[in-house]
């Protein structure tokens, strides 16, 4: 028996696929490689030491899924692929709502056709939005989100959740808080297409001189010392969330939402000298305007992972800093391309 990744050559995806493999489950990954290359797979084998059975598949396609439905036998499917840069998301709503709804539909569509119940979702703390005081526990309405990509995760989760309703489906839809770090090998990590969005890799490629500098957007917020205040995960703590979840599964029926945060709050300007100081490397910065739907501070609450899944997260912001850094200075150009 094996788990599918969909998305498993991505940053999130190759990661899970090592958890996996080191739970000693077979592996099964469809990846369409538009953010991402062939070679994150051969890193996650190079880790464990264990093959990968890969396809090149969209997971919209329905004749795509029903092969590897049909050449393998899948216990459980995590669901790792998607579009999901915010930015583009608010040019290209179509787009988003296109790929990533597609996605997850046919994926499920796939499960019932193939009498497989186990759904683990990357969904993400996004989804909580301007509704919902910090910290957020999984309770709350949300559904305040800021943009597409955001809405794309709400509406995947009411999707799983009506699935689940039918008796056919379980899931399990773990909301990430920010994942940063990577493997520590060195091997697999985050390599986003052009300049990145996002808070770690831009230190990162300032840190090995790809970029010159950081802009820290507002020190204005109404937090500690002016700057955002994110939840940051290490992506191997989230990565094993994801083993907990298929494990979860096997007991109990139904759906679940569950937070993948620490419950602990890093603000940029923390985060950027705990990377200087572990890593002994300076990250030039200046302070800028504020970012369009941007909140001053996202945080979780992460009790009901450890009451239902036994997880916590173990690794510090220390680990992540040290862990991005050696994943970027072995890899200045990412996987290359
Ligand atoms: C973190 C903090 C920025 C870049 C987003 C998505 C979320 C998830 C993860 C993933 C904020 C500040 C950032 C920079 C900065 N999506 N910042 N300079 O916005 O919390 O979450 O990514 O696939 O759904 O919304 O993460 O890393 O972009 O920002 O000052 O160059 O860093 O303002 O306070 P965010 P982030």
């Known amino acids: 028996m094996s788990i599918l990744v969909t998305g498993g050559a991505g940053f999130l995806g190759s990661h899970v696929a090592v958890e ?6 077979d592996v099964v990954v469809a990846d369409n490689y538009v953010n991402s290359v062939p070679k994150a797979i051969g890193r996650v084998e190079e880790i464990t030491g264990k093959k990968i059975k890969t396809y090149g598949a969209d997971v919209s396609s329905d004749e795509e899924l029903d092969r590897i439905f049909t050449e393998n036998e899948i216990e459980a499917v995590i669901h790792c692929a998607g579009l999901k840069a915010v930015g583009e998301s608010v040019e290209k709503p179509l787009l988003y709502y296109k790929v990533n709804l597609e996605t997850a539909i046919a994926t499920l569509q796939a499960m019932e056709r193939h009498g497989v119940r186990g759904f683990v979702f990357s969904s ?4 909580y939005g301007e509704n919902c005081p910090v910290p957020y526990t999984e309770d709350m309405p949300a559904g ?3 943009n597409p990509y955001g809405w794309t995760k709400y509406m ?12 056919k489906i379980d899931a399990v839809l773990l909301r990430y808080f920010n994942p940063i770090g990577a493997h520590p090998s060195g091997l697999i990590g985050e390599d986003p297409a052009g300049i990145p ?13 790809r970029r010159e500098k950081l802009s820290i957007f507002g020190d ?7 700057t955002g205040v994110r939840d940051y995960i290490h992506v191997v703590d989230l990565a094993k969330g994801h083993v907990l979840a298929i494990e979860y599964m096997k007991e109990h029926r139904g759906y679940e939402i569950i937070n993948l945060g620490t419950g602990r709050g890093t603000s940029v300007l923390e985060l950027v000298h705990a990377f ?4 002994n490397v300076p990250i030039p910065h200046v302070i800028t305007e504020r970012r369009a739907g941007d909140l001053a501070e996202v945080w979780a609450v992460a009790d009901k992972a450890r009451r239902l899944l036994g997880w916590t997260a173990e690794l510090t912001v220390e ?4 862990d991005s850094y050696n994943w970027q200075k072995k890899n200045p150009n990412g996987y290359g391309n």
Do not use: F, H, W
């Open 319 to 322: 680990d992540m800093c040290r």
């Open 276 to 279: 200087e100081r572990v890593n």
């Open 220 to 226: 204005d917020y109404p937090t500690p010392d002016g």
């Open 124 to 127: 993400s703390a996004t989804v």
């Open 144 to 146: 305040g989100c800021t």
């Open 20 to 25: 996996l493999l080191e739970a000693d489950y």
């Open 197 to 209: 969005n996002n808070l770690m890799p831009y230190i990162s490629q300032v840190a090995v001189g």
């Open 156 to 167: 995947i989760e009411r999707i799983a959740i009506d699935a689940a309703k039918t008796g």
